[in-house]
């Protein structure tokens, strides 16, 4: 089955600044990678995700990339605010399939 | 759209006792819905699958005469914790696929939750 490694499990940064996520996965039949926002005591948010047929999107200050061959995705986040402070998650699966999930990193802005 | 509920949202129950959680697709139908587990601080870990109206689909170590997943419509899904203990203690969660006739996505939409305690 899919296995997905996610680091780092904790990120402080500065307002301001970006903030890098970074998976692995291991079967090279997944083609759907969503990355999740939860903030304490709220459910998984969906904000943004991408398919294999594309190796970067881009929402606002959210962007994803994805190397297929070396079989990593990574979640980057610009000119970070306070509010951007959760723990995120990032995915990996087939889509229609069932999801993989990472073990999570905890992001804290600082104002 | 694309909401998803979940109640109760908070249960705690005596050990030895049976616990039903609903999830429930609000403004859409979804053929697919997804059980997990979360503990503090820990990631999703998926439990099962749940197909309307045939079987559900449990993922290994998972036990399926504890867990029992009911998908008896387009728009509910239940969880049953039977004969529940103190280490079934823990945070499900649940999400669901838009599968109806209009709208079709790989989008899984999350529920708030349901944290469980057992006595």
């Known amino acids: 089955g899919e296995n997905v490694e996610q680091h780092p499990s904790t990120l402080s940064v500065q307002e301001g600044d970006s903030a890098v996520i970074k998976c692995t996965y291991s079967d090279s039949a997944s083609n759907y990678f969503p990355w999740y926002k939860q903030e304490l005591g709220k459910r998984p948010q969906l904000i943004i995700d991408i398919r294999s047929n594309v190796g970067e999107k881009k929402d606002q200050r959210i962007a994803v990339t994805l190397n297929k061959t070396a079989k990593h995705f990574s979640l980057h986040i610009t000119e970070t605010q306070p509010e951007d402070s959760a723990v995120y998650f990032c995915?990996?699966?087939?889509?229609?399939?069932?999801?993989?999930f990472g073990q999570g990193t905890i992001l804290t802005v600082h104002p | 759209g694309a909401v998803v509920s979940q109640h109760p949202s908070r249960v705690i129950c005596k050990s030895g006792t049976s616990v039903k959680i609903e999830c429930r697709s609000l403004d859409f139908q979804a053929t697919t819905m997804f059980w997990y587990r979360q503990f503090p601080k820990k990631s999703l870990m998926l439990m099962a699958t749940?197909?309307?109206?045939?079987?559900?689909?449990?993922e290994q170590g998972v036990e399926k005469d504890k867990f029992l997943i009911n998908h008896a419509s387009l728009t509910l899904s239940t969880l049953t914790v039977t004969s529940a203990h103190p280490e079934d203690s823990s945070f499900y969660i649940c999400?669901?696929?838009?599968?109806?006739?209009?709208?079709?996505?790989?989008?899984?939409?999350f529920g708030p939750g349901t944290r469980l305690t057992v006595l």
């Open positions: 999400s669901a696929r838009s599968s109806g006739t209009t709208w079709v996505t790989d989008t899984q939409y």
């Open positions: 995915a990996g699966g087939t889509s229609y399939g069932k999801l993989t």
């Open positions: 749940s197909n309307e109206g045939s079987k559900a689909t449990y």
